[in-house]
């Protein structure tokens, strides 16, 4: 089924200007770019935006590495694309991502691991909604 997801390239992997090598990994394997945008988040919008981990003990530090520079936001839209991407992305710890996955490749510690990408279509749709308006998505 044709599926659109979030995905976040996060400060890390912006600051390292990997932003065209992660693009590649999705549009080599058949994930469009629908839209896509830069932008450097507020503390409001990191704390919204993982709202579901405001209980766990890592939350303060996912959101202060969030705003600790610039964010690249995407949608992408392909076959499957919500395990595609997840497929691609690796395990949430780098140390545990198989080779040849982003996060083996660009990621360094389970904070700063490079990529966010939605976990289900149904949070794909809350997360898209987020970040952007209908217009935006082309
Ligand atoms: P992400 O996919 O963006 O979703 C939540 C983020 O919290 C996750 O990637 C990690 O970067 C971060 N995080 C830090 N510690 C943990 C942990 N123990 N379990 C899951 N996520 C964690």
Partial sequence: MVEQTLSIIKPDAVQKR???KIIDRFESHD????AIKKLQLS???AKAFYAVHKERPFFGD???FMISGPVVAMVLEGEDAVAKNRDLMGA???KE???GT???DFAESIDANAVHGSDSIENAKLEIEFFFSKREIC
Avoid: C, F
């Fill in 62 to 64: 996912l959101v202060k």
């Fill in 97 to 99: 991502a198989k080779p």
């Fill in 18 to 20: 990997v932003i065209g």
């Fill in 31 to 34: 994930l469009k770019i629908v």
């Fill in 102 to 104: 982003i996060r083996a």
């Fill in 92 to 94: 949430t710890n780098p």
């Fill in 43 to 45: 503390e409001y919008d």
